[in-house]
């Protein structure tokens, strides 16, 4: 089988719901096609003297809505099309939660772990330099994503400051709380997720405690996810995994403990002293209820799909079921609680955090938990319900939530001129 570009796949998942909505041709084209794509290649100044010419990206998919927003990653693979594809997410992703923002995102194609603390900065801030001319609290709001952290939100919320002569605190997310982050904002998408878990559950009648689930990425998604069920629901996490491996404890792990130990460990699990040690693809197929992928696109696909034994899978990671793979696990009788849904999270607090910047005005942490919660518990039933409307899968019904109200946002606005 001949293997989609991201982009493409993505606009698979597209086409299912939009056939189901029978939109026309000429509608799907201005809801798919990106509204801006900017690509920078941009030098910096190594520490040996030398001089190294990197590329970025921004592509800002659609606000209709609001302004654009996304996350920003490095990664020495990202390319347009998947830029283009993230971007894509981040459009119906904002609308399903109601967020009042558009679809946008960036990347810079880096190994961060090659580069020296004054060289990351350097990139961060010559990088954000560059893609500034459509970037603002009121255009385009950066974030967190793939590689990068509050430290480096820090970095780009300073650059902008500085060349527009101003503290401007909302022009990123996910910054430190000393400088307009949000409490809560570190482990926001993990604690979506744990909550869309919980009411999947209850939606099927099961209830969590006791449920078994395996974590795929053990950065910032995956971590709070295995840690949140683990504790607050009481899921026995029996593998969790990173670029250097997977762990298995059929008993459970201790997911702080291996926290910490990652910590204290270049960030990263390997040689962790308990558990059996398993590959990334043994976790992929292990016998769980719950199945979270939260690293990177493409990880279930055609080729691995038909060994999946989980009963239910939460994609913390953006796009991790490729088209095909969704299709052999909707006939397998797996449910797959879609990206757009279920790592929404993140991107919720940080309009919480966007929303605070601009008034100046900061929320204690039980402020931000009963927010959050509100918007993903209606974000999923209102998806649940067109699910059970239109007789389709999760996926599918979740872009026919965002698809209607990014239309209804451009049939209001008109065509200009
Ligand atoms: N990078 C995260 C995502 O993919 C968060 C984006 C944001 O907070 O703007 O949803």
Redesign the pocket.
């Known amino acids: 089988m001949e293997k989609l570009g991201i982009f493409q796949n993505a606009l698979k998942q597209f086409d299912k719901a939009a056939e189901l909505l029978k939109l026309s041709p000429d509608i799907k084209e201005l809801l798919t096609t990106p509204k801006r794509e900017l690509i920078v290649n941009f030098p910096v100044r190594m520490d040996d003297g030398s001089i190294k010419v990197f590329r970025g990206y921004r592509v800002q998919h659609n606000v209709a809505r609001g302004p654009a ?3 920003i990653r490095f990664h020495p693979d990202t390319n347009l099309d998947e830029v283009r594809a ?1 971007a894509f ?2 459009t119906w ?1 904002c609308a399903v939660v109601g967020l009042p923002f558009g679809g946008a ?1 960036g990347g810079v194609k880096v190994d961060p772990t090659t580069l020296s603390a004054g060289e990351l900065e350097r990139l961060c801030r010559r990088y954000f330099s560059e893609i500034q001319p459509i970037i603002g609290p009121e255009a385009d ?5 793939v590689n990068t952290n509050s430290q480096i939100m820090a970095w780009f919320m300073d650059t902008y400051s500085m060349n527009k002569e101003y503290p401007a605190l909302g022009v990123v ?2 910054k430190p709380l000393e400088i307009g982050g949000s409490a809560g904002r570190n482990e926001a ?1 993990g604690r979506g997720i744990r909550i869309i878990a919980e009411e999947i559950m209850n939606y099927l009648g099961k209830n969590i405690k006791n449920t078994t689930a395996a974590v795929q990425g053990f950065g910032n998604v995956g971590s709070f996810a295995a840690l949140l069920l683990s504790e607050e629901c009481n899921v026995k996490v029996v593998a969790v995994s990173d670029v250097t491996g997977a762990i298995y404890d059929p008993e459970g792990l201790n997911i702080k403990e291996l926290i910490e130990y990652r910590d204290k460990n270049k960030g990263v699990i390997a040689g962790y002293p308990k558990g059996q040690k398993i590959s990334n693809e043994e976790l992929l197929e292990l016998d769980v209820d719950i199945l979270v992928p939260a690293a990177l696109e493409n990880v279930i696909t055609a080729e691995n799909a038909d060994r999946v034994k989980a009963k239910i899978i939460i994609e913390g990671a ?1 796009g991790p079921v490729t088209a095909e793979a969704d299709e052999i696990l909707n006939k397998k009788g797996i449910i797959v609680v879609p990206d757009i849904l279920a ?2 999270g ?2 919720t ?2 309009y919480f955090e966007w929303v605070q910047d601009l008034q100046w005005y900061f929320w204690d942490i039980e402020d931000v938990r009963r927010a959050l919660a509100k918007i993903m518990k209606k974000a999923f039933y209102d998806v649940a319900k067109v699910r059970e409307q239109y007789n389709t899968d999760f996926r599918t019904a979740a872009y026919i939530v965002g698809i209607d109200r990014v239309y209804s946002a451009t049939r209001l606005r008109g065509i200009y001129p």
């Open positions: 927003k996304g996350g993230l997410w981040m992703k995102k709001i950066p974030a967190p994503d997310t996910g998408t953006n790592n929404a993140g991107v607090v940080s």
